[in-house]
């Protein structure tokens, strides 16, 4: 068989094996699944209000917050697969992994890829919610252009969380896992345009990269898809994603150092 | 060639620990290798070296021809493992697993799912593959894990306390399928706790103690050398009533005379004498003649032969856990029979 | 050494015990104050500008609005950290060692919440400090930050009961975990962060009448004006409400587990 047939399957029977946590053992999946959901209608029927301050860039808060809520789950997810990978670390299932001649980059591949197709259940959800309640529908190619960036912050998010489950070993890090993308997808333009966030996080949120990424998402709920507003968000996606499967990689090398 | 060859293998840790130090063993091709140690002594670590989950820190180390540490992408193609602590997913069946484990090895998938089956029925889950492994027994995880081992057909497999914690009607499964295995051409480095394993399984067996190899030879070897098979005997006095310790002086002294020319005297112990023997059984029946000649009766008499367990305590001083715990385990007093 | 000075002793050694193992389990303890921490941190940068709109409250700073509900957050999380505690001592059965033991049922499960008590004047404290750091004026002063922490430990008290009692009733950490996105569900839908006046239908209306909302309004009024009757009492009521229900249920709770044997 050649290399990259092997490998393709690889990476497809790891994708399966990790859809067991979901279809075997479906009630611990809710939380998860539902915490994006939840926070979506909390956020905008709490801070609602605020599109009415001058300079707000859409009448629908809803709407301006659904990206936000996508990154969130995307994130929620990532981080559920460092727990994951954690426990199979904790329990030996890793070793077998490790001790098999698969590529380690193929062992990463299946690990992430798995991460970046679950992310679009909470997602589907949240957006059938989202719409029933009234937000905007951003047309099918603002609609594409953010479940494809839900994919790539999902991808992001499990490289960080694989990174973190090699680094530790322990389950006990999912905070870490957790907190660390949450972070950077609120300290965003999550909830307000940048020109109304106050001080500190206005100074945070230029530089942080996910606000492109979270900018690229939002386009079409609150107006037009332009290029202009989409070329950054996946920049930044693919610059994080290598820079974090790097780690990932190396944090997996080290494990049989 | 060698299947497994170590040259100064070595592995410190962070803290100055070392947990391996300065192993050298070649490991025959065909061969069943039993590796004895207690916790701690450095066993796991050897083991997960040469499997390429840990890379020594010094020495050299090649399996199936292949450095571990240059090689470990064709060490990984050659070997099977099955690591102490099964780790199986308890959410997948059984027949799933090995179907992955043939993905990861580069299998075809319906070359993949012939090799689950043949293997499913040669360690006998033909019945429970489509279980959950969740719901299957410490026995039956013990036989996928060896399963799982064997899908590539390997040249060297590893096995690490593969029986641990087993009854042993399942102990026995799994020693019939090494040594089958073995028939076949595998070459096996096994680790255990249990010398009853080792002595059964191993054609050579390795003792490592604080990270080095202490001993090394055939069970047969290395027991002749921790002693020769001795005799245990107690004496019955003229009235028929035996002889206490403290008992008959002059008896004993008798006793000892005739003993002593048949090897030499050890001390006795619970009141029994105790004598070497050159050649073990076919001693019994002179010894019994020459005492009866000299007018003494033998009341009880034991041919005592050297274990693997007494090789482990001299080699480093320690008993071996496993068999430790059965000792303290038939030696607990029996719960109060009124409750 | 009368029965009531012996449940006491067992009550504080139980409760020691809850304390030690909040501080020891980072992965129970950290969730507890980073995370209200955190989102209080981006709340106040994100929606900060909302002290502009009109008919919001007159406060110092979004912040000095904030601290309350961040406060607030932070016992309904040491209660249901506290209930995932107890949780895995059923699990590992160290509860049924507990029941074994010759003292009252119930000191078992008081020495939890005395715990979690702690635990939630630890958190008023840790945010009060925070509104200090980045000057948030407490308006009552050395009395109302008094006041506060003792609120605080009581609204604690009250969710720890509610979380032992889910804790009894289940007997598994993994439900109490799940209960997570249900205490932020519960929190939006109170005026924890924003005044009801301004939030969306049907929210606002809920927020109205969420017992939530008025425990929060007693701890924020001390901070941003000054104490109010008719608002503390709300909030004291509020609090006896859901500290009777969490008292209630978790007595009946272990009652069942006792009469079920484990």
């Not at chain 1, 997810?77 to 994951?84: D, K, S």
């Not at chain 2, 497994?4 to 091709?29: H, N, P, Q, S």
């Not at chain 2, 499964?173 to 295995?181: G, K, N, T």
Request: glycine share 10%; net charge negative.
């Amino acid at each position: 068989m050649s290399n990259f047939r092997a490998n393709v399957a690889m990476i497809r029977a790891l994708v399966r094996r990790s859809s067991n946590e979901l279809l075997r053992v479906p009630g611990a999946a809710i939380p998860g699944v539902l915490a994006p959901t939840i926070f979506f209608l909390g956020i905008t029927s709490a801070f609602g209000g605020l599109t009415l301050l001058p300079g707000f860039t859409t009448s629908s808060y809803q709407s301006f917050v659904i990206p936000v809520s996508l990154m969130q789950g995307a994130a929620f997810t990532g981080a559920a697969t460092g727990v994951n990978l954690a426990r199979d670390i904790e329990q030996g299932w890793f070793d077998r992994l490790l001790a098999s001649p698969a590529p380690r980059p193929v062992l990463l591949a299946g690990i992430v890829l798995s991460a970046s197709l679950r992310s679009l259940i909470p997602a589907t959800i949240l957006l059938i919610i989202a719409f029933a309640i009234g937000a905007h529908w951003p047309g099918f190619l603002g609609l594409g252009i953010a479940l494809v960036v839900v994919m790539g912050m999902a991808t992001v998010a499990a490289t960080w969380g694989t990174s973190l489950a090699f680094r530790f070993k322990s389950q006990s890090a999912a905070p870490l896992m957790q907190a660390g993308m949450l972070l950077f997808v609120f300290l965003t333009t999550a909830y307000a345009p940048l020109d109304l966030l106050t001080g500190w996080l206005q100074d945070v949120a230029r530089i942080n990269p996910v606000t492109q990424v979270v900018e690229a998402a939002r386009q079409g709920f609150v107006g037009g898809v332009t290029w202009g507003d989409t070329w950054p968000g996946l920049v930044a996606l693919a610059g994080l994603a290598v820079l974090l499967s790097a780690m990932a990689l190396r944090g997996m090398r080290r494990m049989t150092a | 060639m060698a299947a497994i060859e170590t040259e100064g293998l070595r592995r410190d840790f962070a803290g100055g620990i070392v947990a391996v130090d300065g192993v050298d063993l070649a490991v025959e091709e065909g061969e069943i290798y039993g590796f004895l140690g207690p916790n701690g002594a450095g066993k796991t670590t050897t083991v997960r070296m040469l499997v390429t989950l840990l890379r020594p820190t010094g020495g050299r180390a090649t399996v199936a021809g292949y450095d571990v540490a240059d090689q470990a992408s064709d060490v990984r193609k050659s070997i099977g493992v099955a690591l102490q602590e099964a780790a199986l997913d308890p959410l997948m069946k059984g027949r799933e697993l090995l179907q992955l484990q043939a993905t990861l090895h580069g299998i075809r998938k319906a070359r993949g799912d012939e090799l689950a089956d043949s293997l499913l029925d040669r360690v006998g889950l033909t019945k429970a593959a489509d279980r959950r492994v969740g719901t299957y027994s410490g026995g039956m995880r013990r036989r996928l894990d060896l399963a799982t081992a064997l899908v590539h057909e390997p040249k060297v497999l590893f096995l690490d306390e593969p029986t641990t914690g087993l009854d042993p009607v399942s102990r026995q499964a799994v020693w019939q399928e090494v040594s089958d295995l073995n028939d076949e051409g595998t070459t096996v480095f096994l680790t255990t706790q249990y010398l009853e394993e080792a002595d059964m399984l191993a054609d050579r067996v390795g003792i490592i103690s604080d990270g080095k190899l202490v001993a090394e030879g055939t069970p047969e070897a290395l027991k002749a050398q921790v002693g020769k098979p001795h005799l245990e005997l107690s004496l019955a006095s003229a009235d028929g009533v035996s002889v206490s310790s403290e008992g008959n002086d002059a008896e004993e002294d008798k006793a000892e005379e005739v003993l002593a020319r048949f090897g030499k005297l050890l001390p006795p112990r619970d009141g029994k004498l105790l004598v070497e023997v050159a050649h073990g059984a076919s001693d019994i029946a002179p010894v019994i003649r020459a005492l009866d000649d000299s007018g003494l009766a033998v009341e009880s008499l034991d041919l005592v032969e050297p274990s693997l367990d007494d090789v482990f305590v001299e080699k480093t001083g320690q008993h071996l856990e496993g068999d430790d715990d059965a000792v303290d385990g038939a030696a607990e007093p029996e719960p109060a029979a009124a409750e | 050494m009368s029965a009531f000075a012996a449940d006491l002793r067992v009550i504080s050694e139980l409760g020691r015990r809850s304390i030690r193992q909040t501080i020891r389990r980072p992965q129970l303890s950290a969730p507890l104050i980073i995370f209200p921490t955190l989102l209080l941190a981006i709340q106040t940068g994100g929606a900060g500008r909302a002290v502009q709109l009109d008919g919001f409250p007159q406060v110092d700073s979004f912040l000095q609005f904030m601290l309350a509900g961040a406060m607030l957050q932070a016992c309904m999380l040491a209660g249901n950290s506290g209930g995932i505690a107890l949780a895995i001592d059923i699990e590992m059965g160290f509860t049924d060692r507990l029941l074994a033991a010759p003292i009252s049922r119930f000191s078992i499960v008081l020495g939890r919440l005395a715990g979690t008590a702690m635990v939630g004047a630890f958190t008023a404290i840790w945010f009060l400090a925070i509104g200090l750091i980045f000057g948030v004026p407490i308006s009552e002063g050395v009395l109302g930050v008094i006041w506060i922490i003792a609120l605080v430990a009581a609204t604690a008290l009250a969710f720890g009961g509610i979380g032992a009692a889910i804790a009894l009733r289940s007997g598994k950490a993994s439900v109490v975990q799940g209960l997570f996105p249900l205490i932020f569900v519960i929190l939006f839908l109170s005026t924890a962060f924003f005044p009801a006046n301004l939030m969306l239908a049907p929210a606002a209306d809920i927020a109205e009448y969420n017992p939530l909302s008025f425990v929060v309004e007693g701890l924020r009024e001390p901070i941003v004006s000054a104490f109010s009757g008719p608002d503390s009492l709300k909030a004291l009521a509020s609090i006896g409400g859901l500290g009777a229900i969490g008292f209630v249920t978790s007595a009946l709770a272990l009652r069942g587990r006792v009469k079920r044997g484990g």
